[in-house]
């Protein structure tokens, strides 16, 4: 009857997905381009990348604290650490890292940080098409710091303070931001539910001021943070010694774009090989992702790649150690 059930849970789940274009509106283009520090929105760690993003209700380790901060709080050992490495499109290069710590059984610290950069680009103006002669630069950063809670046996609660900084030539932009979470396992095999609301903070703009086309010192207009809110549902629909099949299905609703479904599914082979793709119907930008891995002796390595269309493809390797 279970298995039954199952395969009636995951039939929907496969129906609502492909269906999800019907189910929300497409309103959420006309705010695309409308949010500060976009950098954020960009998935971290190779496991996560090589689903889609669909990483809400699945993360447990250090690599949940730039998805699901109540996450932390699940992991099964005293110390997680992440670091992740990824070739992201037009020469931009983004490196990360994230540990956790546990003490005292249910209370866990985390520590994030990352960096996006990419190699200095020359000046272009209209009259020098070709290059100016002189250079600038531009790059992002994120340190945050993270308390997880595990309240129960079955649920957590998370919280990420995170200072971002991000510089364009003369231009720079600081801000201060949260990340909330909740993690829950229902019980019943291990079905569990997982909700985030990410990058909640106020508007940011940059130092200073600008020559408007009148010749006139105008500030720079605020733009409110790329906040979204992610809904994840997991289960692993085959778990034995040899075999392990995991799926999730996550909604996905950015202040400034379209809501979206992701569906992903990750295989396991003997707790060692692991393989994993995750879909978003209807996503113009990257609808699909897939990746591996491999976990022995409290070491992961993994590997992601996604579909970027027009913006080519984007690549992570993450190394992980639990202990």
């Known amino acids: 009857m279970k298995r039954i059930i199952s395969i009636m849970v995951l039939l929907v789940f496969s129906q609502v997905s492909f269906a999800q274009s019907n189910l929300f509106p497409q309103l959420g283009g006309q705010r695309a381009g409308t949010s500060s520090f976009s ?18 209700a699945i993360g447990t380790d250090a690599s949940s604290l730039f998805w699901n901060p109540a996450g932390a709080a699940q992991m099964s050992t005293q110390r997680s650490i992440s670091i992740d490495q990824s070739q992201w499109v037009a020469d931009f290069q983004i490196s990360s890292f994230a540990g956790v710590w546990q003490v005292g059984g249910i209370h866990h610290f985390g520590i994030s940080a990352l960096a996006l950069y990419a190699p200095p680009m020359e000046v272009t103006t209209e009259y020098r098409p070709d290059g100016t002669g002189e250079y600038f630069n531009y790059g992002d950063m994120l340190l945050g710091l993270t308390y997880a809670l595990r309240m129960t046996d079955r649920f957590s609660f ?53 020559l408007n086309q009148d010749s006139v010192e105008t500030h720079y207009e605020a733009f409110a943070p790329p906040t979204t809110f992610r809904l994840g549902v997991a289960n692993e629909w085959l778990q034995s010694d040899f075999h392990e099949l995991t799926s999730t299905i996550q909604l996905n609703h950015p202040v400034d774009n379209v809501e979206s479904i992701t569906v992903a599914l990750e295989y396991g082979l003997a707790n060692l090989l692991f393989a994993r793709g995750g879909i978003t119907p209807g996503d113009e930008v990257s609808p699909w992702a897939f990746g591996l891995g491999v976990k022995w002796a409290g070491f992961t390595f993994d590997y992601s790649y996604a579909d970027m269309t027009d913006l080519s493809s984007s690549e992570h390797f993450t190394l992980g150690w639990t202990f």
Do not use: C
Request: hydrophobic share 40%.
């Open 39 to 56: 950098f954020l929105k960009i998935g971290i760690n190779a496991r996560a990348h090589g689903m889609g993003g669909a990483y809400t």
């Open 158 to 210: 998370g919280l990420t303070t995170k200072l971002v900084d991000e510089q364009l030539a003369d231009l720079h932009m600081r801000s201060v931001l949260l990340d909330l979470g909740t993690y829950y396992r229902t019980g019943y095999n291990d079905l569990r539910f997982a909700v985030a609301f990410l990058n909640f903070g106020m508007p940011a703009k940059p130092s200073g001021v600008y």
